[in-house]
């Protein structure tokens, strides 16, 4: 069974929509969670990383769920530019543990 | 702009040739990585250094030979490579390695390696 699974899409969504994308991960006790994002033949930059409690940073959202072993990330009002892989990364305790991506593509 | 810095963006070698890889960070993180990665794949790690030590090494082929000269600097030391070894390597960092901070990772740019 893999550390962290996604689902790699992709998603096509319209400009403006919402869409959301989950991850799961194996490891109960995975400490840190983060979301990156990667263009195509780029690096992966940080989005954010999610706290229990949930955190906005501005037309993102995210949110952690222990008990369910889940990270979501919600992306709000959909721009071009969020065309990317989007990486559901899992920190154990020496260890980042990366999900396979997955691809959003927005339409005009 | 990317804090951390690799060098060379692309490279084009031969099967026999000897060449480096570097990446540089002065953000005082003391835990500095090497991944590789292929179209349409995570990262994959190969090292991890801590502290300047070498803590992890994901059994990668000895045509690989990371070195960490300082706790800024990380290199990676490419000889008789494979085709198989085209990809793009990234370097990252973080503030340290084993811990429960939840300090994550920065990645350089990366470094676009084809072997012919």
């Known amino acids: 069974r893999k550390e962290v699974e996604q689902d790699p899409g992709p998603f096509n969504v319209p400009e403006g929509a919402t869409v959301a994308f989950n991850c799961t991960y194996s490891n109960s006790a995975s400490q840190s969670f983060f979301w990156y994002r990667q263009d195509c033949r780029k690096e992966p930059k940080l989005l954010m990383s999610?706290?229990?409690s949930g955190n906005e940073d501005g037309r993102f959202t995210a949110q952690l769920n222990r008990a369910s072993q889940y990270i979501s990330l919600l992306i709000r009002d959909s721009k071009l530019s969020d065309s990317a892989t989007y990486l559901c990364?899992?920190?154990?305790?020496?260890?980042?543990?990366f999900g396979s991506g997955t691809k959003l593509n927005v339409k005009p | 702009d990317t804090e951390v810095t690799q060098t060379p963006k692309h490279l084009v070698m031969g099967m026999t040739n000897k060449k480096s890889l570097k990446c540089e960070q002065h953000m005082g993180h003391r835990a500095m990585y090497w991944y590789k990665q292929k179209a349409k794949k995570p990262p994959e790690l190969m090292f991890v250094?801590?502290?300047?030590?070498?803590?992890i090494n994901e059994s990668v082929p000895s045509r690989f030979s990371p070195e960490c000269p300082n706790s800024s600097l990380l290199n990676l030391h490419l000889h008789a490579l494979q085709p198989e070894d085209s990809a793009l390597y990234l370097c990252a960092s973080s503030q340290v390695f084993a811990d429960s901070r939840g300090q994550p990772q920065h990645f350089g740019d990366g470094t676009r390696l084809s072997i012919l």
């Open positions: 250094y801590s502290y300047e030590k070498l803590s």
């Open positions: 999610v706290y229990s």
């Open positions: 990364v899992v920190k154990g305790f020496n260890k980042f543990y």
